[in-house]
Every structure is written in structure tokens, then in C-alpha cells.
């Protein structure tokens, strides 16, 4: 191809590049002024001097987030064929229908595409009515917060340094978005009354979205992710539920976040001592208690214990906390000794014949696909 140049004036050209030099000079010098006098500045964190966001490239957080969310990344239509979505490309559709037809007739039968009625029928066949109600107010406190988790992620993506870390957080806000609408349509498919937000949950959830800078990723990916996850957990083997086996790969990822991050970009020894933070952290988790006595009585229906989803909750939360740093106003020992004692003497109250039991370690082993034998029989 032959590109023919027009003619124009070098004079003109060298004019208009002086010019732009010296407003560029002037407002750069007066955006670095006013962000010293912290007045304003620079609204964007780009440093388009080195073509990067400030913090740098962050590699290792791209490689651990971003590519391996998008080599991970799942489609609604391939794994949930009963739902309305049609996410995947053809060469997507055309993989699968290869599997399929590699398959035995059995095999083949056992994964059958169901349509949507077909799965609302299902879910009839294998939960009671009072079953379906608990399951939706189980999920659907996972549900809400996936919309925060939308919400949160998006605003942490203007907030983290480095080109590795928005790179991260660009996955997780649409991970979040692909969280939230599956869930809800899985949830209206059991046909029954959502529930709105339990008063505990919105407090929490609240507190999370207003939290400053990384106190973002405590309360999301620390304290909000480990409830998901021990849900999610103790409810993928159930039938019909088997995608949040997916969801909780995808949270799994996201609790590594605060770890991977804060080895880039650690917290200053007053972000991680300062009162206020500590007792902001406190306050975070905290709002999850009373919301685990909430779900006593819908968790015993399908054969769980509140407590022990409590347990877990505490474990893995605070474990996860611990190793990113983020210290509370008590520490993480004596918290998890006095919840299980709080949730223990509650057990003695109204439990007859409980015996004493280490909640976080039996939260654990449960949240790992065993019901607890003590809250089956109550239930039954
Ligand atoms: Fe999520
Ligand atoms: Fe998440």
C-alpha cells in the first residue's frame, strides 16, 4: 500500500507542539501544587509518563488475579443450561457438544441439558416446600451481598496502586456481576418469597462499601467472602446446587486478594495499628454474629448447624485476617475462644443435652460437605 503524505506547514506544526508544551508545563505544574496542598490535582492514578497506573506493573497480582481468573473464567449457559443465559460463544457451544457426544449413553443421560422447567421441577422433587424456603434464605444472604461485592470491587478498582492490582480488581467486578445475576435467577427457580436483608447483613455490608481505601478488601474479601465461601461450602453438594462449587472457586480467589496485594503494597505500621483501624475492623465483624443466630432455625431445616457455619466463618475469616495483617482491637485467639463460648452457652440454653463442642473446628470439617448429626436430629 502506498500512502501519500499531505503537504502542511513545519512551521505551523512546530508552533502548535511549543504550544501544547507550555500548557502541558503549566498544568502539570499546577495539578503536582494542588495535590501537595492536597486541594485536588489529578483526578485519574495513571502516570502516562511511564504507561502505567502509579505503583507500577504488579505482575505477579496480574498473573495470580487476572489471567488466571480469565483462563478460569465459566460461562452461565455452559454450566447452568436451565438458565436464560446465553454467555457462551459458538466455539464454546461447539467444545461442549463434543464432550457430550464423547460420552457414554449414561454419562451422557446423567448430563443431560434441562430447561428451566425441567430444573424447577427438579428442585420440587428434592426439597419440601419448608426445605426450598431455607435454601432461598441461605442463598439469598450470599445473593445481597454479591451485589456489595459488585458494588465494593468497583469502587476498589479506582482506589488500588498498580497496573497488576486493577488488572485484579477488573476481574473480580466482573466476576461479581456474573455472581449476582446467576444467583438470583438460581434463587428465583426455587419459586418461593426472597427475603430481603437482614438488618445484621445491611449494617455489615454498609460499613464495607464506606470503608476507607484497603479496610475495603478486610471487610469484602476477608470478612463478606469467608461467609460466602463457608455457604457456598456447605451447600454445593446438595442437588441442584452443584454450580456454587464454581462461585466458590471464584471467592477462593478473591480471599487471596488482601494477601497478594498487601505483599505489594504493604500497609504502613499506623494503617495496620492505628485504634481507629482496629476497632473499624472490630465493628466489621461483629454484625456477623447475630446474623448467624438468625439463620439458626432455616440452617437446621436442611440439616446444618448454625454454628458450625458460624465456626467456619470465624476460622477461615480470621485466619485470612491474620495473615494479611489486618489486626483488630482483640486478638484473633480470644475472639475465636469467646464466640465459641457465646455460641456453645447458647447451645446450653436451649439445646437440651448439648455437649460443649469447638465450633470453629467441627465449622470447618462441616463446611467441607458433613451436616452435623446433632442439628439433623432436631430438625427431623
Ligand atoms: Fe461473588
Ligand atoms: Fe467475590
Redesign the pocket.
Known sequence: MTIRPLRVSLRAAQVQRRVEGWVNGAVRLRDRGLAKLRLGGRIADYDDENYSFIGGEAEVLRKRHYDKSLRLLWKAQIEAPWSSFRDATSAEREIRNMALRALTDEERAAREVISSQDYRDMLKREYTLEQRQAIVTLLSAIGHG?AY?WLV?ARLLGEVRSTGAKAALTM?VL??AK?FVVLRELIEAFEVDIPRLPVWEYDLLEAVLAAEGVEKLFG??VVV?GI?LSIFGILADMPGLEILHLFHK??AR?TALPLNYLGEFPMSWWERNSPRRRMGRLRMILPALPLVFMLEKDAATIGIDAFDLGGAILGRASKNAERAGFLTVLPYSALRTEINLVFNAWCFLTRPGHEFRDFIRSGMAATEGHSSPEVTEQAA
Open positions: 454479591e461485592a470491587s473480580q466476576e461479581e455472581h469484602m474479601n467472602e460466602a471464584d471467592e478473591h
